[in-house]
C-alpha cells in the first residue's frame, strides 16, 4: 500500500509507517517513554529525510502520550505541580532547540547533528539500562537504589517548593532545568525524551517511583505539542501524512504495552528494550560513514 508523503517528497508503504507507529505506542505503554528515540532514527533507516523524520516523530509522540496520561492519571500516578514546572522548562528549551535546529540546517549540518546525538545518547542509555538489568537479573542490583533522595545538588538550590505527589522538598529549578534540556532534545531530535526524563526524575529528583512514569508522560504531551508549532512555524518539516499513519500504529500500540506491562517481568522487558536501543545507536554509528545514496537532500523552506 505505497502512499505519498508530500513534505518528504517520497512514496511509503504504509502498512510499515503504522508498524512504527504501533512500536512506539507499545514503548509508550511500556516504559512511560514517548518512543521518539526509536521512532525517528528507523524512519531515517527507511528512507525518510532526518528532518522531516524529527519533526514528525516528535508530532506522533504527542498521540501516544494521552492515552497513557489519561490512564495514570486516573489512578493518581501524575504530580501534576512537578508536571507543570517541567512543561515549562521544555517550552523554554523547545524555542532554543528551535534555534539551533534552524542554524544547523542553515550550514548543511543537521543531519550530522541528529545522527550523531543519537549514537551519542542511545549508546549510552542503552549501556546504562543493560546494566541495571542484566544485575537486576543475576540478583546483585544496588538495593539501596529504591530509597535514593535528590541529588546533592539539587538539595542546595534556593527557594524550595513541596510536591507533595512526589513526596519532595526541593526547588523548582532542578525539575525546570530537567525540562529545558528535554525541550532541546526533542525539538532537535524528535524524541518525546522520556528515555532521558525518567532516569532523570528517579535519580536526579529523586521522585516517588510510583508517580515517574505518569509526570513523564504528562510533560510529553504538553512539550510534543509545543514543538510540533514550533516545527510548523519555523522548520515547516512537518509531514502530516507520515504523522497520521503512525497515528494509526501508536493508539492501539498504547493499549497493547500497557496490557504487557501488567504481566511481564520489567527486568526482562528493560533488557529486550536496552538491546534494541544498542542496535539502532550502531546502525546510526555506521550511518555517519556510509556514503549516501543521494549526494543532496532537498527540505522545504
Not at 528551535?98 to 548543511?108: E, K, P, Q, T, W
Not at 537479573?137 to 510536591?163: C, D, E, K, Y
Not at 532545568?177 to 528517579?202: C, E, N, R, W
Amino acid at each position: 500500500m505505497d502512499v505519498y508523503l508530500p513534505i518528504a517528497n517520497l512514496s511509503v508503504n504504509g502498512l510499515w509507517i503504522v508498524a512504527l507507529g504501533a512500536l512506539t505506542g507499545i514503548l509508550s505503554g511500556l516504559f512511560g517513554v514517548g518512543g521518539g528515540f526509536l521512532t525517528t532514527p528507523l524512519l531515517i533507516f527507511y528512507g525518510i529525510p532526518p528532518t522531516v523524520a524529527a519533526a514528525s516523530a516528535s508530532t506522533q509522540v504527542t498521540g501516544a502520550s494521552v492515552t497513557g496520561v489519561l490512564a495514570h492519571g486516573g489512578r493518581g500516578g501524575v504530580d501534576y505541580r512537578m508536571g507543570i514546572v517541567m512543561v515549562a522548562g521544555g517550552i523554554i528549551g523547545s524555542g532554543f532547540g528551535a534555534l539551533l535546529f534552524r542554524f544547523f540546517r542553515s550550514i548543511g549540518q543537521i543531519d550530522v547533528v541528529i545522527s550523531a546525538l543519537y549514537v551519542i545518547l542511545l549508546g549510552t542509555i542503552g549501556t546504562l539500562m543493560a546494566r541495571e538489568a542484566v544485575q537486576t537479573i543475576r540478583g546483585t542490583g544496588n538495593t539501596q537504589a529504591a530509597r535514593r533522595r535528590h541529588h546533592p545538588l539539587v538539595a542546595s538550590l534556593p527557594m524550595r517548593w513541596r510536591f507533595y505527589r512526589s513526596g519532595l522538598y526541593i526547588s523548582p529549578l532542578a525539575p525546570l532545568v530537567v525540562g529545558i534540556a528535554v525541550g532541546v532534545l526533542t525539538m532537535l531530535m524528535g524524541v518525546g525524551g522520556g528515555f532521558i526524563l525518567v532516569p532523570a526524575m528517579l535519580y536526579i529528583l529523586g521522585m516517588s517511583a510510583n508517580v515517574v512514569v505518569g509526570t513523564s508522560l504528562y510533560n510529553i504531551l504538553f512539550v510534543t505539542m509545543a514543538t510540533t508549532i514550533m516545527h510548523s512555524l519555523t522548520t515547516k518539516a512537518v509531514d502530516i501524512v507520515l504523522v497520521f499513519l503512525l497515528l494509526l500504529g501508536s493508539v492501539t500500540g498504547a493499549q497493547i504495552g500497557s496490557q504487557i506491562a501488567v504481566k511481564a517481568k520489567p527486568e526482562i522487558l528493560r533488557l529486550i528494550l536496552a538491546a534494541t536501543v544498542l542496535l539502532v545507536a550502531f546502525r546510526m554509528f555506521l550511518g555517519l560513514f556510509y556514503k549516501p545514496d543521494e549526494i543532496y537532500t532537498l527540505y522545504p523552506l
